[in-house]
């Protein structure tokens, strides 16, 4: 599963990025600003910073979600690019929560459009879903997404997601990469 703990952070590692478990703690700092954030993570944090789908709504929700420890992990993850001498934050990628009963977990990301085409959202994906599946009682990742972005279902496609049919809202569609599809 290569999770690893640097202080208080919990973080997983792909080969060019860094993805940093989100706290209640960080989603504060988030909250108050850019600057606040890259002084609390120690990277640089771009100016137009949030990416998209990731607003206030979303800082809120996983707030209240963080306040319970357990969920770290199974919430929002800080991505963050590795440079050879420092980090810059890219985007957002995580999960909705933990497993329902039917062992399955949805996973979400977001990418700053100057980020975006260089693989990034496709490399975290595939982090997320190893991170998911290092858990026994997860049996399947989806995620949902709008039959018009193209892009998003190809990081999709290419960790191993197969269509499933209508997500969980009008318009939209779902997802999923199975436990067994992978063995």
């Keep these: ?58 800082m809120d929700f996983a707030a209240a979600q963080l306040k319970d420890s357990s969920e770290r992990g199974w919430s929002f993850w800080y991505l963050a690019r590795k440079k050879s001498n420092s980090e810059e934050l890219l985007g957002m990628c995580g999960f909705k929560g933990r497993p329902g009963q039917s062992g399955s977990v949805e996973i979400g990301y977001s990418i700053l459009s100057q980020f975006r085409n260089k693989g990034y959202a496709t490399e975290a994906a595939s982090r997320l879903v190893d991170w998911a599946f290092g858990h026994a009682n ?9 039959p018009h972005l193209k892009q998003s279902i190809r990081v999709l496609e290419k960790n191993g997601f197969s269509f499933t049919g209508q997500g969980s809202e009008q318009g939209v569609i779902r997802y999923a990469v199975q436990r067994s599809d992978l063995d």
Excluded: H
């Design 1 to 58: 599963m290569d999770e690893l703990y640097s202080g208080k952070l919990r973080f997983i590692e792909s080969k060019r990025l860094r993805l940093i478990a989100a706290t209640s703690d960080l989603i504060a700092e988030d909250l108050k600003g850019p600057k606040s954030l890259a002084a609390s993570l120690k990277l640089s944090v771009p100016d137009n910073w949030p990416p998209d789908l990731y607003d206030r709504q979303a």
């Design 138 to 146: 997860v049996t399947e990742v989806c995620a949902e997404t709008l």
